[in-house]
């Protein structure tokens, strides 16, 4: 059965918690996140994550109105980034994501940003593809205020009006928890009504979508950007599996080894037959290669690891055996416990190795997808800025392009 498809945009203010709630839908840490109110997303960024039979792309767009710029400044930057989000699934969005911050005051910059993004992704974007994400849930009281939805029900005002407007659709995340099952279950939440914005398959897009992708089809006749984009996304998904094994379990954790390790030797050999010796992918070349290099280490150490395990069950029922020879047990012990630090270095040194994997794709995708986007999204910008004085109007926006 072919996985199907989730392209979500997380979009919000500075300090929203908009990253760590990406970091949460995929279920790994793979965007920079702080706890200060200037945006840590600099750039559009790009990740990938399997879960439930979907590919999840969740493209983490930097913060609306950066406390470091001035409002004028801020609105500007906006449409070049959402510009370079539009640009980066320029078929478009299967929801767009809407973060904001539970225990957070709505002010007139907050009906400010939804006016310019209006504009933008045009005025029913938030209407038919649009979900409100209330993030910083470990400060929501579920003993005091009922159910989440009672409380979104509940309130009044700016807050209120947004919750309507995307259709009364909101999930509550608690990126801060570290409980799976919760994190599963808000993921879940999350999903359902993803898909039931359109149950089959539509994306939300508009005029500049349709433009973004007249550029990107430019592009992709002399960069081949589509080859990289596929070819990242693997190589996310990879990393991901290799993020979620556990060395204990020897014979699971060989077999999906086994199953990494054609997925690599695959990849490599269909990355090498698309770069015809040109060099164009030499970069993709090399990080599938360290990919590689990892599952074979991972596969070596998952057979150590079992090793030192039998160790530690036969030192375990030696203990068990010499109860009364209390000298003789504490030197089992002593040995036990030095083995089971072994285990622990070792996990400790995967887990390692999967962080610099991650790393490094990291700076691959800056340098591969998200320039490609960039590329789209500059002449994309340029088209939205015509329109920026009806848009900003409210900013005194005519004066301020004048200049």
């Known amino acids: 059965m072919s996985l199907k498809e989730l392209d979500l945009l997380l979009i919000g203010r500075t300090g929203t918690g908009k990253s760590s709630t990406g970091n949460s839908i995929l279920n790994r840490n793979m965007f920079k996140t ?40 801020s609105t500007k930057e906006m449409y070049k980034e959402m510009g370079t989000a539009i640009a980066a ?53 579920m003993n005091k205020s009922g159910s989440f939805q009672d409380w979104c029900l509940s309130q009044k005002g700016p807050f209120y009006d947004l919750f309507a407007e995307c259709g009364y659709r909101a999930v509550l995340f608690d990126n801060k928890s570290m409980e799976q099952i919760k994190k599963e279950q808000q993921l879940n939440q999350l999903l359902e009504i993803v ?6 398959g539509q994306r939300y897009t508009n005029k500049y979508f349709l433009k973004a992708g007249a550029e990107r089809a430019k592009i992709v006749k002399q960069n081949k950007p589509e080859i990289q984009e596929h070819n990242m996304k693997e190589a996310s998904l990879i990393i991901q599996k290799l993020g979620q094994l556990d060395i204990c379990d020897r014979a699971k954790t060989l077999h999906r080894l086994q ?27 090399q990080h599938v290669n360290r990919i590689k290099e ?17 160790i530690v069950i036969k030192l375990q029922q030696q203990i068990d055996e010499h109860q009364e ?55 994309l910008a340029e088209t ?20």
């Open 34 to 73: 702080s706890d200060s109110m200037s945006s840590t997303t600099k750039k559009v960024e790009v990740e990938y994550s399997k879960y439930k039979g979907f590919i999840i792309k969740v493209v983490d767009a930097p913060g609306i109105f950066d406390t470091n710029l001035s409002v004028k400044d």
């Open 89 to 141: 699934s320029a078929q478009g969005y299967h929801a767009f994501l809407l973060v904001v911050r539970f225990g957070d005051r709505f002010t007139q910059e907050n009906n400010d940003t939804i006016k310019v993004m209006k504009e933008i992704f045009g005025h029913d974007f938030l209407k038919r593809y649009g979900v409100l994400i209330v993030s910083n849930g470990d400060q929501f009281d």
């Open 195 to 200: 898909k039931a914005l359109s149950s089959d």
């Open 259 to 285: 199953k990494l390790q054609f997925r690599t030797e695959e990849m490599l050999n269909n990355v090498a037959y698309q770069d015809k010796h040109t060099g164009a992918l030499k970069d993709i070349i």
């Open 294 to 310: 990892t599952v074979e280490s991972y596969i070596i150490w998952t057979e150590s690891a079992a090793g030192i395990q039998s």
């Open 325 to 379: 020879h209390r000298e003789y047990q504490v030197n089992l012990i002593s040995e036990k416990k030095l083995n089971q630090n072994k285990l622990t270095a070792l996990d400790k040194h995967l887990k390692a190795r999967v962080k610099e994997l991650e790393l490094e794709h990291l700076d691959l995708s800056r340098n591969t997808v998200t320039r490609y986007a960039l590329m789209v999204g500059k002449v």
């Open 384 to 403: 939205m800025l015509e329109a920026a004085p009806i848009a900003l109007g409210f900013l005194g926006a005519v004066a301020y392009l004048k200049k």
